[in-house]
């Protein structure tokens, strides 16, 4: 599946976003997901299937100030 993630384009096999950022090996209680500019909660990052081109904007914490 063709995915547009954090504005580049990939090729993945997942069909959730679960299974994306586990692809990507995003770990972490402290995740931001969107999907088409929708923010998507933890607990339903198991059930939100993907669908070609979509957006994923994925954000983590940054340490430092």
Same mark, same amino acid.
């Given at each position: 599946?063709?995915?547009?993630? &954090? +504005? /580049?384009?990939?090729?993945?096999?997942?069909?959730?976003?679960?299974? %994306?950022?586990?692809?990507?090996?995003? !770990?972490?209680?402290?995740?931001?997901?969107?999907? &088409? +500019? /929708?923010?998507?909660?933890?607990?339903?990052?198991?059930?939100?299937? %993907?669908?070609?081109?979509?957006?994923? !904007?994925?954000?983590?914490?940054?340490?430092?100030?």
């Amino acid at each position: 599946m063709r995915l547009i993630i &954090n +504005g /580049e384009t990939q090729i993945v096999a997942a069909t959730t976003l679960s299974q %994306l950022l586990t692809a990507l090996e995003y !770990e972490g209680e402290w995740l931001a997901t969107a999907v &088409n +500019g /929708e923010l998507i909660h933890r607990e339903e990052r198991d059930d939100h299937a %993907l669908a070609d081109n979509d957006r994923i !904007e994925i954000l983590t914490p940054m340490q430092g100030g």
